[in-house]
């Protein structure tokens, strides 16, 4: 675990998305936000928007010491939320991912990051997935894999790589074959090449960990100045709030 100024901290809650909790929630959320919610299809996506965004709210206006609802935010040119000035100063930068009723939240002063979190389920197609999407060295470790060890390798790298691409901020619009990760359960979470970059020399970090019980997430990170590799620190695992 890398200590001080330079960790990395990460906060996993479990969504809590009843009646009394999404009232509750939407009072701290920008009209913005509500607008947004309004137009989720299904309800139970909504409050799980709702009841996430008022959550990293929360979060951030712990770090920053000021209320829940003055937080703004600003978006990357492909989404990534970030703080409006004059939070921004602080340099406080987070990620956020959901899945289900698990929400993970990653948080640093100075360092970008990215985090994903998924659910390890069956799913028809993962093989046609990564063929299209994980990188021919990727694909190799993938297909290498115990059958009882592929679903959590499939995740692996599912949440390693949009971890990363989430870190830089450009959504999907990174090309996936850019870059690769490991995805053998067992073997350490590493990002092993950035275009002709090795992993080691690219400037960022990967952990990966199970929020919860059958999830399986995955946080990236610019290095910092003094430490070759970092841990996050998990808080309040499966916190209900
Ligand atoms: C952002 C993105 C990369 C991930 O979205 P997702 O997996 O559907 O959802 P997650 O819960 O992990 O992340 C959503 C959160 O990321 C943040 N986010 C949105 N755009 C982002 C971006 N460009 N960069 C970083 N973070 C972003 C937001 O906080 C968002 O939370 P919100 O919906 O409550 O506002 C999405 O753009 C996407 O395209 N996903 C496609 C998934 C895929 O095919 N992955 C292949 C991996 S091999």
Request: with cysteine; proline share 5%.
């Amino acid at each position: 675990m890398v200590e001080g100024d330079d960790a990395i901290e990460v906060v996993v809650i479990r969504l809590a998305i009843g009646p009394a909790a999404v009232r509750a929630s939407a009072v701290l959320l920008s009209d913005a936000e509500r607008q947004r919610a309004s137009r989720f299809v299904f309800d139970r996506d909504a409050h799980r928007f709702i009841v996430a965004r008022a959550r990293l709210r929360q979060l951030l206006a712990v770090r920053l010491g000021v209320r829940p609802e003055s937080v703004e935010l600003v978006y990357g040119a492909r989404g990534k939320p970030a703080l409006a000035l004059p939070e921004a100063d602080s340099d406080l930068r987070f990620n956020v991912s959901h899945r289900d009723e698990v929400a993970v939240y990653a948080f640093s002063f100075g360092r970008e990051v990215g985090i994903d979190v998924e659910a390890v389920r069956m799913i028809r197609d993962a093989d046609a997935i990564a063929a299209r999407s994980f990188s021919r060295r990727e694909n190799e470790a993938y297909r290498a894999l115990d059958p009882r060890d592929r679903l959590l390798g499939f995740f692996n790298c599912w949440t390693r790589k949009e971890a990363f691409v989430k870190a830089l901020g450009d959504g999907l619009s990174l090309p996936l074959d850019r870059f690769e990760v490991s995805l053998a359960p067992g073997e350490p979470a590493r990002i092993l090449r950035v275009g002709h970059t090795p992993g080691d020399d690219c400037g960022w970090r990967l952990a990966s960990f199970s929020p919860a019980p059958g999830f399986v997430a995955a946080v990236v990170a610019e290095c910092c100045r003094s430490h070759a590799g970092f841990a996050p620190s998990l808080l309040g695992a499966a916190v209900s709030v």
